[in-house]
């Protein structure tokens, strides 16, 4: 904040004023909390499994608090296998700060399509074959 003063000129009035002079933001946001690594089972019979966190929070050195959204969402079906989470954190300016975490699904799911595909695929072959098509 700079103080002013204006004097007037025959009756030596004098004025004060204020003035904040706002300065320019170029800082991210910043996650206060971005560990939400998880381990889980796949669901039974399923080869996924729901995975559901509380979206981690930022701070900003300008006022209003960052808009943060992850990618995939909370409640999300993740497969088996380990999948990479986004969030992002906005400031009222337009910055934007990143942060990962990993969701890893463990366990097994059988699935017989790929067997059957595979065997019709086979006896169609060894038909086509007896029969002079191949």
Known sequence: MVQ???KSGHRNVYHWFSVSFLGVDAEAP???NCSFHQSINNDPGKPSALATWTNPTATDN???IPQ?????????DFFIGVTSV????KSING???TCDFEIVVTGRFITLIFFIFSTLNM????LRMSHGFI
């Open 4 to 6: 002013f003063v204006i």
């Open 30 to 32: 910043v996650f206060e």
């Open 62 to 64: 300008t006022e209003g």
């Open 68 to 76: 943060v959204t992850c990618y995939p969402e909370s409640g999300t």
């Open 86 to 89: 986004t969030c992002h954190a």
């Open 95 to 97: 910055h934007v700060a």
């Open 123 to 126: 006896q169609c072959k060894c």
